[in-house]
């Protein structure tokens, strides 16, 4: 009896808790497309570069490791992405917004600057090595931001630095935390079942059969 009371409570609760859900958007720059539009993720979103002073602009011929595409950005171009359903509407959250640059000891750096309307940075950059060669590495820069609740589409502008930047993928990733309200309305459908569950109780400890 209480085996299956235990199960029936995890099954009940399981069912009446929204579960979260990850929402992403990424963009691999395999062809010149500009505006590019992501492989994977929502309708509507879009990445326009706008190549600075000495860019090279979109290639895959320089033999840079495995990528297969990549776009120079030249001094002080940007990438500005535009995402529909990245903030939402009624409550804010974290995002987390990933590029894969391309750094030597030479002329690369990786530093970049943003512009991130309605959010807020939270933390420090943090990197991770994607793929090492002779001449150089492809590195993915990680920053999490704070973003305030928002129904017009998030606008993100990233600049590279006056020595210029090479990057050959992006991505924007969200938890949606289901709201308090909601949280609430799925746990008043226990209560229900807590009270026949109470009055089977009491009838075994009274020596009831059910």
Known sequence: MLKSLIVSVALVFAAATPAFATLEWQWEFNSDANPASPHLGGPGATAAIQVGDFG???????????????????????????????????QSYNATLS???????????????YAFSGATQVGTTSTHLIESTEFGSWVQYDTVWSLLASSEPSTITITGPSDGAIFAGISARITVVPEPTTMIAGLL?????????LR???????GFKV
């Open 189 to 197: 459908l226990l209560l229900p079942f807590g009270a026949s569950t």
């Open 200 to 206: 089977v109780l009491r009838r075994r400890s009274r």
């Open 56 to 90: 090279a602009g979109w290639h895959n011929d320089w033999g840079l490791g495995t990528a297969t595409g990549y776009w120079d950005l030249g001094i002080n171009g940007t990438v500005t992405l535009t995402i529909p359903n990245l903030a939402s509407p009624s």
């Open 99 to 113: 590029i894969v640059q391309w750094v030597d000891g030479f002329l690369f750096s990786g530093d970049l600057g």
